[in-house]
């Protein structure tokens, strides 16, 4: 028994970054907007407070703000020959579950993805020749400049408070930040994070070394804040539980204290929490959507909910599932290189190494989330030249340490035993005297790393799970070797007593954690053949259907996505709101 | 802490039975009932401070005992593993959610799979600690002729690098290296998280480090401590500030 709803306008399926944001920019239009989130309420006070929040155990161990795999998941596998077996626990990546979504849990770092990377085919054919990019590698322009999207950017850095230095206002190239940056408007809302002993150490070495370090920036707020919609973040208590964790200062700049209380004050603005949407509705011509089709998950009610336009606002992955679930857009087979849902499904590589240096402090329990000091001179510098080197990409290093929790972070020297008193006694001696040089490195697109819908394993509902087929390729791992060699001969610049052997990614293993920056699989473009949506993120096949998130990127940068997935929510509503509404119909 | 609180293991030391667990644990119900009432008189403890066992049974507690002792020995940085509460903790994680398979995908069919697919067994961890703790007492019995709680410290370190390195199946075909993965993450939590699960006792694991625990506002530590110089940690756990 299906019950069946008075339609609404608007419908939006979760309740994040972007649907906050999409909520928040549409509000005022006073059209009747419905939002479904299939996680419950959430709000600092009764869920990030203190002790309660400053719990490893039950938040960074056992995943308690993240999606339950119990309930939904993914298979997985490297290749297309190996049979794909679920993802029985979370672990290399962590969806959020709940009001705020990952927004709640992240870490906070928020780049701007520069115009090359927007036209990343054009430029690396003027540059490299059409030779240089490998025939499986589908890497596509976004349809997108920097340019169009700059006064985005600065919209989402102002909403979430980011903390940084600008390399380059307008043109002129300013002291202390990233000089390989494009052109910005203004500077940052907040100034950088206090650096502490390793960002210096990091930051000499690598200025000694010819580089050009700067603060990163991050969406923890270093200052008391007050943001463009008048909402107020509190100032980075450096706490050390930032990323997998709530902010019990509001300090991070998250949608439940930014977006999603702005969008809320309209009361055509109607938030329904425990609602897990399980399909988007089509009518009988397969080229409109008639709203969306979910379940109670308190009752186990199912529920249909017609709405004139529908906005998948979910994690990047989940809005793939649900559009492969819906028969949205033709699946990509990677064989025929045919079809487009499921397409371009890229992860983040690089490489770390630890030194160790006796006899310092690096007190790596104080730390802010996203801050740290990074190096761009192998990553957005477009003049660096990847001919040498062989891969199309890059990586931006850093030094950052967001994390002295004990359960994970437990550095020891290579060659320590795993237990045991001398175990203990190097513990004891290296936990504050370490530090983690990383590189986060790009990962274009290879026609064989896609996602689908799997012939055998379900979800709670009875409808198949996604399968993700990925594995870093050639491109990634020369690009991951270089790394490591760059991180190699920065650390030995720095000096320490000890240092392990730089390591770089070289195969996906779903069980460390390494990055939650899944993207892909519904991808913006300039053609309909080889692009899920527009450059307003419309389907191409369904007008009356937007997709937000990490899903719309073509590639995946060596930078953090939620910069540009922020950037691109702003972009889109403002395309539904002053475009679309008044006469809806495909905008490309 | 109250002095007249007795943990278990010095129970067990006092009455001369440690490595006896297994067929002494009932006898000794009535003293350790009397030593709950004498600390229940002085303060009221913490559930998971509580004696006894909630999912272990007698021979899976001497092994898990004999397990977190010879992994963290007491020396000069902490008391030994039963002392931090470690088996104490594992024991409470196996009873709990996460024992249960709380957020583990359950449903088959299963595949051994590719070391990159992690965990496919189709047990739940409380599940796996039963078959791979009966397996694992097997192979030390056929190895070395007794099971793992008795046998000396070289043959315990040779089994448990055995097992680390994925060299030992156990009974039935179960691959020793999964349960090492997952035993090897317990006893890190049981000696880091905090106290209130059970492990960690009086900070401990916290102290031997220098991790402050829950302390929260460090928006005048950040620049007093970025000079290389150490923070005067004294841990403070949620207990503590509740």
């Given at each position: 028994?299906?019950?069946?709803?008075?339609?609404v306008?608007?419908?939006i399926?979760?309740?994040?970054?972007?649907?906050?944001?999409?909520?928040?920019?549409?509000?005022?239009?006073?059209?009747?907007?419905?939002?479904l989130?299939?996680?419950?309420?959430?709000?600092?006070?009764?869920?990030?407070?203190?002790?309660?929040?400053?719990?490893?155990?039950?938040?960074?161990?056992?995943?308690?703000l993240?999606?339950?795999?119990?309930?939904?998941?993914?298979?997985i596998?490297n290749?297309p020959?190996?049979?794909a077996?679920?993802?029985?626990?979370?672990?290399?990546?962590?969806?959020?579950?709940?009001?705020?979504?990952?927004g709640?849990?992240?870490n906070?770092?928020t780049?701007?993805?520069?115009?090359?990377?927007?036209?990343?085919?054009?430029?690396?054919?003027?540059?490299?020749?059409?030779n240089?990019?490998?025939?499986d590698?589908?890497?596509?322009?976004?349809?997108?400049?920097?340019?169009?999207i700059?006064?985005?950017?600065d919209?989402?850095?102002?909403?979430?408070?980011?903390?940084?230095?600008?390399?380059?206002?307008?043109?002129q190239?300013?002291?202390g930040?990233?000089?390989?940056?494009?052109?910005?408007?203004?500077?940052?809302?907040?100034?950088?994070?206090?650096?502490?002993?390793?960002s210096k150490?990091?930051?000499?070495?690598?200025?000694?070394?010819?580089y050009?370090?700067?603060?990163?920036?991050?969406?923890?707020?270093?200052?008391?804040?007050?943001?463009?919609?008048?909402?107020?973040?509190?100032?980075?208590?450096?706490?050390?539980?930032?990323?997998?964790?709530?902010?019990?200062?509001?300090?991070?700049g998250?949608?439940?204290?930014?977006v999603?209380?702005?969008?809320?004050?309209?009361?055509?603005?109607?938030?329904r929490?425990?609602?897990?949407?399980t399909?988007?509705?089509?009518?009988s011509?397969?080229?409109?959507?008639?709203?969306?089709?979910?379940?109670?998950?308190?009752?186990?009610?199912?529920?249909?909910?017609?709405a004139d336009?529908?906005?998948?606002?979910?994690?990047?992955?989940?809005?793939?599932h649900?559009m492969?679930?819906s028969?949205?857009g033709?699946?990509?087979d990677?064989e025929?290189?045919?079809?487009?849902?499921?397409?371009?499904?890229?992860?983040?590589?690089?490489s770390n190494?630890?030194?160790?240096?006796?006899?310092?402090?690096?007190?790596?329990?104080i730390?802010?989330g996203g801050?740290?000091?990074?190096?761009?001179?192998?990553h957005?510098?477009?003049?660096?030249?990847?001919s040498?080197h062989?891969?199309?990409?890059?990586?931006?290093?850093?030094?950052?340490?967001?994390?002295?929790?004990?359960?994970?972070?437990r550095p020891?020297?290579?060659?320590?035993?795993?237990?045991?008193?001398?175990?203990?006694r190097?513990?004891a001696?290296?936990?504050?005297?370490?530090?983690?040089?990383?590189?986060?490195?790009?990962?274009?697109?290879?026609?064989?790393?896609?996602?689908?819908l799997?012939?055998?394993?379900?979800?709670?509902?009875?409808?198949?799970?996604?399968r993700m087929?990925f594995?870093?390729?050639?491109?990634?791992?020369k690009?991951?070797?270089?790394?490591?060699?760059v991180?190699?001969?920065?650390?030995?610049?720095?000096?320490?007593t000890?240092?392990?052997?730089?390591?770089?990614?070289?195969?996906?293993?779903?069980?460390?954690?390494?990055?939650?920056?899944?993207?892909?699989?519904?991808?913006?473009?300039t053609?309909?053949?080889?692009?899920?949506?527009?450059?307003?993120?419309?389907?191409?096949?369904?007008?009356?259907?937007?997709?937000?998130?990490?899903?719309?990127?073509?590639?995946?940068?060596g930078?953090?996505p939620?910069?540009?997935?922020?950037?691109?929510?702003?972009?889109?509503?403002?395309?539904?709101?002053?475009?679309?509404?008044?006469?809806?119909?495909?905008?490309? | 802490?109250?002095?007249?609180?007795?943990?278990?293991?010095?129970?067990?030391?006092?009455?001369?039975?440690?490595?006896?667990?297994?067929?002494?644990?009932?006898?000794?119900?009535?003293?350790?009932?009397?030593?709950?009432?004498?600390?229940?008189a002085?303060?009221?403890?913490?559930?998971?401070e509580a004696?006894?066992?909630?999912?272990?049974?007698?021979?899976?507690?001497?092994?898990v005992?004999?397990?977190?002792?010879?992994?963290?020995?007491?020396?000069?940085?902490?008391?030994?593993?039963?002392?931090?509460?470690?088996?104490t903790?594992?024991d409470?994680?196996?009873?709990?959610?996460?024992?249960?398979?709380?957020?583990?995908?359950?449903?088959?069919?299963?595949?051994?799979g590719t070391?990159?697919?992690?965990?496919?067994?189709?047990?739940?961890?409380?599940?796996?600690?039963?078959a791979?703790?009966?397996?694992s007492?097997?192979?030390?019995?056929?190895?070395?002729?007794?099971?793992?709680?008795?046998?000396?410290?070289?043959?315990?370190?040779?089994f448990?690098k055995?097992?680390?390195?994925?060299?030992?199946?156990?009974?039935?075909?179960?691959?020793?290296?999964?349960f090492?993965?997952v035993?090897?993450?317990?006893?890190?939590?049981?000696?880091?998280?905090?106290?209130?699960?059970?492990?960690?006792?009086?900070?401990?694991?916290?102290?031997m480090?220098?991790?402050p625990?829950?302390?929260?506002?460090?928006?005048e530590?950040?620049k007093?401590?970025?000079?290389?110089?150490?923070?005067?940690?004294?841990?403070?756990s949620?207990?503590?500030?509740?």
């Amino acid at each position: 028994m299906v019950t069946k709803l008075p339609p609404v306008d608007i419908l939006i399926v979760g309740m994040g970054w972007t649907g906050g944001i999409l909520a928040k920019e549409l509000g005022p239009t006073g059209l009747k907007i419905a939002v479904l989130e299939r996680g419950g309420t959430r709000s600092t006070q009764n869920d990030f407070s203190v002790p309660l929040i400053r719990d490893e155990l039950r938040f960074s161990q056992r995943h308690d703000l993240m999606m339950d795999v119990s309930k939904d998941t993914y298979t997985i596998r490297n290749k297309p020959s190996e049979p794909a077996l679920p993802m029985r626990r979370l672990g290399s990546f962590l969806p959020g579950e709940g009001l705020g979504g990952a927004g709640a849990h992240w870490n906070g770092v928020t780049w701007r993805w520069p115009d090359h990377e927007f036209r990343i085919r054009t430029k690396y054919e003027g540059r490299y020749g059409k030779n240089f990019i490998p025939a499986d590698m589908p890497i596509q322009d976004w349809g997108i400049t920097g340019a169009e999207i700059e006064p985005y950017y600065d919209k989402f850095e102002y909403t979430a408070g980011v903390s940084g230095k600008a390399g380059n206002i307008k043109g002129q190239i300013q002291p202390g930040g990233n000089p390989f940056e494009d052109p910005r408007g203004r500077d940052y809302p907040n100034p950088p994070l206090v650096a502490n002993h390793a960002s210096k150490l990091f930051a000499k070495a690598a200025t000694e070394l010819g580089y050009h370090p700067y603060p990163r920036p991050a969406a923890n707020s270093s200052r008391p804040y007050t943001n463009p919609d008048g909402m107020l973040l509190g100032q980075c208590q450096y706490c050390g539980f930032c990323e997998r964790f709530g902010c019990e200062a509001n300090a991070k700049g998250s949608p439940h204290i930014t977006v999603i209380p702005v969008a809320l004050r309209y009361s055509n603005v109607d938030l329904r929490t425990y609602c897990w949407v399980t399909k988007v509705l089509m009518d009988s011509t397969g080229k409109k959507a008639t709203g969306v089709a979910y379940v109670n998950v308190l009752t186990g009610e199912e529920i249909e909910q017609p709405a004139d336009l529908v906005i998948l606002a979910a994690y990047g992955l989940s809005n793939v599932h649900l559009m492969l679930l819906s028969g949205i857009g033709k699946p990509y087979d990677p064989e025929t290189q045919t079809g487009v849902i499921g397409k371009n499904y890229a992860y983040q590589g690089g490489s770390n190494v630890a030194l160790f240096f006796e006899g310092v402090s690096f007190n790596p329990f104080i730390a802010s989330g996203g801050w740290g000091t990074s190096i761009d001179d192998f990553h957005t510098n477009w003049n660096f030249d990847r001919s040498k080197h062989g891969y199309i990409g890059g990586s931006y290093i850093s030094v950052g340490g967001s994390n002295g929790r004990p359960i994970t972070y437990r550095p020891v020297p290579p060659g320590t035993p795993p237990w045991g008193s001398a175990w203990k006694r190097a513990t004891a001696k290296w936990y504050q005297s370490a530090l983690a040089i990383g590189a986060s490195g790009m990962v274009m697109p290879n026609r064989y790393n896609t996602l689908d819908l799997d012939p055998t394993y379900k979800n709670r509902f009875g409808q198949p799970l996604m399968r993700m087929t990925f594995d870093f390729k050639d491109n990634e791992q020369k690009m991951n070797r270089h790394s490591a060699e760059v991180i190699g001969q920065i650390g030995r610049a720095m000096n320490p007593t000890i240092m392990g052997n730089p390591n770089p990614r070289l195969t996906w293993n779903v069980v460390p954690y390494q990055s939650t920056h899944n993207t892909g699989g519904a991808i913006m473009g300039t053609d309909p053949g080889t692009s899920a949506l527009n450059k307003y993120l419309q389907s191409w096949d369904v007008a009356n259907l937007f997709v937000m998130g990490a899903s719309a990127f073509p590639h995946n940068s060596g930078y953090n996505p939620t910069g540009p997935v922020g950037a691109l929510a702003y972009w889109a509503a403002d395309a539904i709101r002053e475009r679309y509404l008044r006469n809806p119909r495909q905008l490309v | 802490m109250s002095e007249t609180k007795i943990g278990r293991r010095e129970f067990l030391t006092s009455v001369g039975v440690v490595g006896a667990a297994s067929a002494s644990v009932n006898a000794l119900a009535p003293v350790a009932a009397e030593a709950q009432t004498a600390s229940q008189a002085a303060a009221t403890p913490p559930a998971a401070e509580a004696a006894g066992y909630e999912y272990l049974k007698p021979v899976e507690q001497a092994f898990v005992e004999a397990l977190v002792d010879h992994m963290i020995p007491k020396d000069e940085l902490t008391g030994s593993g039963t002392e931090l509460g470690i088996a104490t903790y594992i024991d409470r994680a196996l009873a709990g959610a996460w024992g249960k398979g709380a957020r583990l995908y359950k449903d088959g069919p299963w595949q051994r799979g590719t070391p990159n697919q992690g965990y496919q067994l189709p047990l739940t961890p409380a599940e796996l600690y039963r078959a791979a703790i009966e397996g694992s007492n097997a192979y030390c019995r056929k190895t070395f002729g007794k099971d793992f709680d008795r046998c000396n410290p070289e043959q315990k370190e040779a089994f448990l690098k055995d097992l680390a390195a994925g060299k030992i199946t156990l009974e039935g075909g179960l691959p020793g290296r999964a349960f090492f993965v997952v035993l090897y993450d317990n006893v890190m939590e049981g000696m880091f998280a905090d106290p209130i699960y059970g492990g960690n006792k009086d900070k401990a694991g916290w102290k031997m480090i220098g991790f402050p625990g829950v302390l929260a506002n460090n928006a005048e530590n950040v620049k007093k401590y970025s000079d290389g110089k150490k923070f005067p940690a004294n841990p403070i756990s949620i207990a503590d500030m509740s």
